[in-house]
């Protein structure tokens, strides 16, 4: 089965730790997004990843940080520098062709006593 | 910078009636626009999708509309459903990688 895939779907972390969620895809796509989402709020672009070794930051990147080693792989660090990190987070990747269709994983509620 | 505007934020329609969703976008360069829709819970899924090269597209009960000069593009879904109560999201692509996300609408399907 192609797909992209989260781990793990809900998550606890106490106040003040990093915490770092996975996302893999198999849909050999070069592009991977992580988006925050907020009850009752759309997508907001934490970061995103065009190519292996290369990630830019997006409307509101900090506190977190990203690695993409590899074209399968774009995990997401949330570390204690974010102020309010209690969101559902998703990721999702596109193929670099002509259509930008981006392909959403289940997502990680991460909930932060 | 670049954004889109979706309305209404809730909508709420009879078992039967349609459904209609707005959305403005401000880059003059998007060039594609998908609207996703998300379960509770889960991530959203492309349920149809337009390039500026085309006014309207429909896939059975569901048809999106573009226009280019005002900005504007909207979803129609008829004959809803309650399986179509779910929040949608209409979105803007101005150039390759990058999608602007509106803010969503929740749609009630009452049977």
């Known amino acids: 089965d192609g797909g992209i895939t989260q781990s793990p779907k809900y998550l606890f972390r106490k106040e003040g730790q990093n915490v770092t969620l996975s996302c893999e895809q198999n849909?050999?796509?070069?592009?991977m997004y992580w988006y925050r989402q907020d009850p009752g709020q759309g997508l907001r672009l934490i970061y995103y990843?065009?190519?292996?070794?290369?990630?830019q930051k997006g409307d509101i990147a900090e506190g977190y940080s990203v690695s993409r080693e590899k074209k399968e792989s774009f995990p997401l660090t949330v570390t204690s520098a974010q102020k309010n990190p209690t969101a559902f987070y998703l990721c999702?990747?596109?193929?670099?062709?002509?259509?930008?269709?981006?392909?959403f994983g289940p997502g990680t509620r991460l909930t932060v006593l | 910078g670049e954004n889109v505007e979706q309305h209404p934020s809730t909508l709420s329609v009879q078992e039967g009636d349609s459904a209609v969703i707005k959305c403005t976008y401000s880059?003059?360069?998007?060039?594609?626009f998908p609207w996703y829709k998300q379960e509770l819970g889960k991530g959203p899924q492309l349920i149809i999708d337009?390039?500026?090269?085309?006014g309207e597209k429909k896939d059975q009960r569901i048809a999106v509309t573009l226009n280019k000069t005002a900005k504007h593009f909207s979803l129609h879904i008829t004959e809803t459903q309650p399986e179509d109560s779910a929040v949608y999201f209409c979105?803007?692509?101005?150039?390759?990688?990058?999608?602007?996300f509106g803010a969503g609408t929740r749609l009630f399907v009452k049977a």
């Open positions: 999702a990747s596109a193929s670099s062709g002509s259509t930008n269709e981006q392909f």
């Open positions: 849909l050999n796509h070069d592009a």
């Open positions: 990843s065009q190519i292996v070794n290369d990630f």
């Open positions: 880059d003059s360069a998007s060039n594609y």
């Open positions: 337009i390039r500026s090269n085309v």
């Open positions: 979105a803007a692509s101005p150039w390759g990688f990058k999608t602007i």
